[in-house]
C-alpha cells in the first residue's frame, strides 16, 4: 500500500487500480522525493535531484529555470511520460510510478492533457479530427464528442478553421488547436512544456489569455515550463529549478493592473 502524506491512499495490486479511501482535499500532484538520473553508468546527470512537489487543483504554475535544470524531465515524470529512479508521485491519490506501462497509458489518457513545443498534431488529421481523436480513444459517445468540439473551438476562438489540417494554420492556431487537444479528455491537468517557445510574442500572448480563461472560468490547472520572462509574469505561483532541484517557490500575489505579453 502507498500512500500520500495521510491525505489520499491508493493501492494498486495485481494490475488493478483501487482507490480505498479519499479524503476531500484539493491535491493533484503529491511528489515525494524524486529523481532521475540519465547515464548511471558512465558519467551520472542527475536531471531531477530529490525534489518534492505538491500541486492543488486550480494552479496556473511556471516551471521555470535555465536550460538543462530539469523541466522536461519533471514534466515527464509527473505526466507519467517517463519513470523516476527514486521516489513515489501520486495523482489523485494515485501512485503512477506503481503502475504498469499499459495502466498507464490509460492513466494518462483519462487524467492528463499535454502540450509541447512543437505542437505534435496529427499532420493528416484537420484540426478538429485531432481534438476528435483523443475522445475516441476515451470511447466519448458522437453527441458528446460533438458538444465538446464545438465548445472547444469557440474557447480557443478557431471555429472558422475547423476543417483545417496544421500545415494550413500558423503556429499559434496550431498550438491552440493542442491546447483544445490537451482540454479534450477533461483532464485532471495540463502539462505544456515550453508551449510558447516556437511562437511569436502576439501569439504567445494569445495562448496565454486563452490558457488563463480556461483557468479562471473551468478550474483548469496548468503547469506550464518556460524560460520566457513575459510567460512568466502570467503565472500565479513560479517553481524554480537549477540543477535538478527546487530553488524557489513563489507565490505570485494578483494586482488589478492588467498583464499583457506586448511591450
Ligand atoms: P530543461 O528542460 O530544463 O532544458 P532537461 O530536463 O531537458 O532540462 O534536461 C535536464 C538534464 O538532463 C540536462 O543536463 C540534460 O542534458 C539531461 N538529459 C535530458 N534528457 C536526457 C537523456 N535522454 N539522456 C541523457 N541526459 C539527458
Ligand atoms: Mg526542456
Redesign the pocket.
Known amino acids: 500500500m502507498h500512500f500520500s502524506g495521510g491525505e489520499s491512499a491508493a493501492v494498486t495490486t495485481g494490475g488493478s487500480i483501487k482507490k480505498i479511501k479519499y479524503f476531500m482535499n484539493n491535491t493533484v500532484i503529491d511528489a515525494h522525493n524524486i529523481s532521475k538520473v540519465?547515464?548511471p553508468e558512465t558519467i551520472p546527470?542527475y536531471?531531477i535531484n530529490n525534489v518534492h512537489l505538491h500541486l492543488e487543483k486550480g494552479e496556473f504554475t511556471a516551471l521555470v529555470?535555465?536550460?538543462?535544470?530539469?523541466?522536461?524531465?519533471?514534466l515527464n515524470l509527473i505526466g507519467g511520460l517517463d519513470k523516476p529512479d527514486n521516489g513515489n508521485i501520486f495523482i489523485n491519490g494515485i501512485d503512477i510510478t506503481r503502475l504498469s506501462a499499459n495502466e498507464l497509458i490509460n492513466f494518462r489518457l483519462h487524467n492528463i492533457g499535454f502540450v509541447f513545443q512543437s505542437f505534435n498534431l496529427i499532420p493528416v488529421l484537420t484540426a478538429r479530427e485531432n481534438v476528435e481523436f483523443i475522445m475516441l480513444l476515451q470511447r466519448i459517445k458522437k453527441r458528446n464528442r460533438e458538444n465538446r468540439i464545438t465548445q472547444l473551438f469557440k474557447q480557443i476562438g478557431l471555429e472558422d478553421r475547423i476543417n483545417s489540417r496544421p500545415a494550413y494554420l500558423s503556429g499559434g492556431q496550431q498550438q491552440r488547436v493542442a491546447v483544445a487537444r490537451a482540454l479534450a479528455s477533461k483532464p485532471q491537468f495540463v502539462l505544456a512544456d515550453e508551449p510558447t517557445a516556437n511562437l511569436d510574442s502576439k501569439s504567445a500572448s494569445n495562448l496565454l489569455d486563452i490558457m488563463d480563461k480556461l483557468n479562471k472560468e473551468e478550474g483548469m490547472t496548468f503547469i506550464f515550463?518556460t524560460h520566457d520572462p513575459r510567460v512568466i509574469e502570467r503565472a500565479r505561483r513560479v517553481i524554480t529549478?537549477v540543477d535538478?532541484r527546487i530553488s524557489s517557490d513563489t507565490a505570485v500575489v494578483e494586482t488589478s493592473i492588467p498583464h499583457h505579453i506586448n511591450p
Do not use: Q
Not at 529555470?65 to 519533471?74: D, R
Open positions: 540519465y547515464n546527470v536531471a529555470g535555465p536550460s538543462g535544470s530539469g523541466k522536461t524531465t519533471l515550463s529549478l535538478g
